[in-house]
């Protein structure tokens, strides 16, 4: 069974950093892409950062870019995003998420809360 | 960036209701565009890929069709366990995008 379980959602200030981890079971991890998507509360889904399976290429939203920063360790199946300068406009559920190149899998995680406030 | 604009933003349907809900793309995105379905308190959901290729497990009321710019799912026979946010998104480029989302309830 495919678990991606995410962790590090606390309440931070504004100006903070924060690293969210994303650990992943029961699929090749290193083989896939991984992602986060955000979702404010009461909003849409918003989607964050991209990493490729070997780390090699990132991409990012404009809304974080400079100021998030997204790896992985495949030796420990664990996806991260690194947050920095952080804004009440950050204040969201981070979903981890994996999918095949054609989409033939697509699995999300439960969602860590990362609320920016003072 | 491609901006995804979904209408209408909300959507309340009696039993047995045909719903359709749009998608248009700021540019053209070929078949590049997905469809999530998210219920309440839950992780997204995969509906339909590539516009309208059926993933497995989904019911068979739920359907996509469109291309270029403008897309569609249709719900043929709405029934309660399909109250939800439904969400567009594109795969055509970076930065990925969602559209804002469209909320269907039961009447």
């Known amino acids: 069974e495919v678990q991606l379980v995410e962790s590090g959602g606390v309440v931070v200030q504004p100006g903070g950093s924060l690293r969210l981890t994303c650990v992943a079971s029961g699929f090749s991890f290193d083989d896939h892409a991984m992602y986060w998507v955000r979702q404010a509360p009461g909003k849409g889904l918003e989607w964050v950062s991209l990493?490729?399976?070997?780390?090699?290429?990132?991409y990012y939203a404009d809304s974080v870019k400079g100021r998030f920063t997204i790896s992985r360790d495949n030796s420990k199946n664990s996806l991260y995003l690194q947050m920095n300068s952080l804004t009440t406009e950050d204040t969201a559920l981070y979903f981890c998420?994996?999918?095949?190149?054609?989409?033939?899998?697509?699995?999300w995680g439960q969602g860590t809360l990362v609320t920016v406030s003072s | 960036e491609i901006v995804l604009t979904q209408s209408p933003d909300f959507q309340s349907v009696t039993p047995k209701e045909k719903v359709t809900i749009t998608c248009r793309a700021s540019?053209?995105?070929?078949?590049?565009l997905h469809w999530y379905q998210q219920k309440p308190d839950q992780s997204p959901k995969l509906l339909i890929k590539y516009v309208s290729q059926s993933i497995s497990g989904v019911p068979s009321r739920f359907s996509g069709s469109g291309s270029g710019t403008d897309f569609t799912l249709t719900i043929n026979s709405l029934e309660a366990e399909d109250v939800a946010t439904y969400h567009c998104?594109?795969?055509?480029?970076?930065?990925?995008?969602f559209g804002q989302g469209t909320k269907v309830e039961i009447k």
């Open positions: 990493i490729t399976w070997d780390g090699y290429s990132t």
């Open positions: 998104h594109q795969s055509r480029s970076f930065p990925w995008t």
């Open positions: 998420a994996t999918r095949s190149q054609h989409l033939d899998f697509d699995y």
């Open positions: 540019q053209s995105i070929g078949s590049s």
